[in-house]
């Protein structure tokens, strides 16, 4: 019912900036929640951010202060903009979404809706 796209990833330099977008359709109720994610070969998905209708956002240690997490429109489509991006960056990234909850956290296990990723590589 809920459709996610993500988009903006590629290749940069150590230090670099990236800016993805996730466009989402379906059913809104299921989208209270949205999220990042990411997954390098040989790892556990991994919690990037997330933020819900009211603008509550939270962010995985690794990327506080680098990465920052936003919605914009009536389509509650959420960005990630990355700053400083370090080679330990590199992944796939997901967007992934949740129907309403008091609260949720960066647990893959929670999100039920999910999109074909986009990679960021970051070369040293």
């Known amino acids: 019912q809920v459709q996610l796209v993500e988009s903006g990833g590629g290749s940069v330099q150590a230090g670099g900036s990236m800016r993805l977008s996730c466009a989402a359709s379906g059913n809104s109720f299921s989208t209270y929640w949205m999220a990042w994610f990411r997954q390098a070969p040989g790892k556990e998905r991994e919690g990037v951010a997330n933020?819900?209708?009211?603008?509550?956002?939270k962010y995985a240690e690794s990327v506080k202060g680098r990465f920052t997490i936003s919605k914009d429109g009536a389509k509650n489509t959420p960005y990630l903009q990355m700053n400083s991006l370090k080679p330990e960056d590199t992944a796939m990234y997901y967007c992934?979404?949740?129907?309403?909850?008091?609260?949720?956290?960066?647990?893959?296990?929670?999100?039920?809706?999910w999109g074909q990723g986009t990679q960021v590589t970051v070369s040293s």
């Open positions: 992934a979404a949740r129907g309403p909850r008091v609260w949720l956290d960066l647990d893959a296990a929670d999100y039920n809706y």
């Open positions: 933020i819900n209708r009211a603008g509550v956002t």
